[in-house]
Nanobody, 117 residues
Framework: QVQLVESGGGLVQPGGSLRLSCAAS????????MSWYRQAPGKQRELVAI?????????NVADSVKGRFTISRDNAKNTVYLQMNSLKPEDTAVYYC?????????WGQGTQVTVSS
């Protein structure tokens, strides 16, 4: 059973930065497609950023965070990161890590990010 543990959330002022981490229980980050999602109160969960499996590491981010958020991974540490810069109040949400391979999909418990002055 794969376990994902997110960390790095917190309260930050607008314009600030945070780096979220998603630590996996096994050596999966190089062979699973890894993603970050977020869910704000009263809204549906949305995809924020995705990084492909394999050595190519193709990444993509949602238009709403393009130019501000970056996804990356460290295979040796079995960890995926989400670097978030120039944060806005509308980025406030619970952020979830997801690992996907074929029909296997795993979620972390989420980490709260609050952007407020």
């Amino acid at each position: 059973q794969v376990q994902l543990v997110e960390s790095g959330g917190g309260l930050v002022q607008p314009g600030g930065s945070l780096r979220l981490s998603c630590a996996a229980s096994g050596s999966i980050v190089s062979i699973y497609t890894m993603s970050w999602y977020r869910q704000a109160p009263g809204k549906q969960r949305e995809l924020v950023a995705i990084i492909s499996s394999g050595s190519g590491s193709t990444t993509n981010v949602a238009d709403s965070v393009k130019g501000r958020f970056t996804i990356s991974r460290d295979n040796a540490k079995n960890t995926v990161y989400l670097q978030m810069n120039s944060l806005k109040p509308e980025d406030t949400a619970v952020y979830y890590c997801n690992a996907l391979q074929a029909i296997r999909s795993y979620w972390g418990q989420g980490t709260q990010v609050t952007v407020s002055s």
